[in-house]
């Protein structure tokens, strides 16, 4: 985005004033002058525009529907109070989707209600921290992630091990000329368990399903290098991610031991 002339500000502290400057722009539209002042600095600085989106976000609808009468809780800005089985305050009614979770995909609604449906009719005990959610936004090129983030692995105190590939090596991203991007795996420190994926590129959205599908069933990265996927596709990277995992476990070592191998084969 950067490189098509959007400029971001990130640190922006206070905005001052938004007015019109009496000019009208070639497409028609008035000028807007916006004044903001950044954190750090001393004087405010100007942004000129033509049309200025407001995103205000969403707000539960919880309000007016005397949910108090039947003792549910709720917050106007987080929506229904549950706990890990999506139980309100009051047991016997449920909360799912984005009114009561900060997850707010299609998606999660979705499982969301199947363990209610699990733990409401079928005495269940499924819980909503189980759910591995993965996510995916739709820009270019796309976003996907899955699983604890690097501050999230920081802030409990897990050790881990990144391994990145590169769209810019992969064929069908060089066909296609989507070549930015790149798939990043956050690995357990001692063992190829992935704690959590990222990928930004074509199709990421699509992509992060298989990531998904290794941390659900337990497969580990170095697994994956042993999926066959067709050629040539983006998701090889994912099966290349695995590759360079496994090089790692080639050690001194290792390698002393294959030599011996080969010299008894010769």
Do not use: W
């Not at 600085?45 to 005397?66: E, F, H, Q, Y």
């Not at 969301?112 to 936004?137: C, D, H, Q």
């Not at 992509?207 to 040539?232: F, K, N, R």
């Amino acid at each position: 985005m950067i490189k098509d002339g959007v400029n971001f500000k990130l640190s922006v502290g206070e905005y001052q004033k938004i007015e019109e400057t009496g000019k009208i722009g070639e497409n028609g539209l008035p000028e807007m002058k916006i004044m903001l002042l950044e954190k750090g600095a001393s004087a405010p600085s100007k942004l000129l525009c033509d049309a200025l989106l407001v995103a205000a976000g969403r707000r539960p609808n919880v309000t007016g529907i005397d949910l108090e009468k039947a003792k549910i809780e709720y917050d106007t800005k987080k929506g229904l109070l549950v706990n890990d089985k999506l139980q309100t305050t009051n047991p016997r009614v449920y909360g799912v989707g984005d009114v009561a979770s900060q997850f707010k995909f299609t998606h999660a609604a979705d499982f969301m209600a199947r363990t209610v449906i699990k733990n409401a009719f079928f005495f269940g005990k499924e819980k909503m921290s189980n759910l591995l959610i993965p996510y995916a936004t739709f820009t270019s090129p796309e976003i996907a992630s899955v699983g604890l983030y690097e501050q999230d692995l920081k802030e409990k105190g897990i050790e881990y091990r990144i391994f990145e590939k590169r769209f810019e090596d992969n064929d069908r991203a060089i066909c296609d000329s989507e070549t930015e991007g790149l798939v990043r795996f956050r690995v357990d420190a001692k063992t190829d368990k992935i704690l959590g994926a990222s990928i930004v590129g074509p199709n990421a959205g699509n992509m992060i399903s298989e990531v998904t599908l290794a941390m659900q069933s337990g497969t580990g990265l170095g697994s994956l290098a042993a999926v066959i996927h067709p050629y040539p596709t983006t998701g090889e990277v994912v099966r290349q991610a695995g590759d360079i995992y496994n090089k790692t476990r080639l050690t001194n070592t290792v390698k002393s031991l294959l030599r011996g191998v080969i010299k008894l084969q010769r």
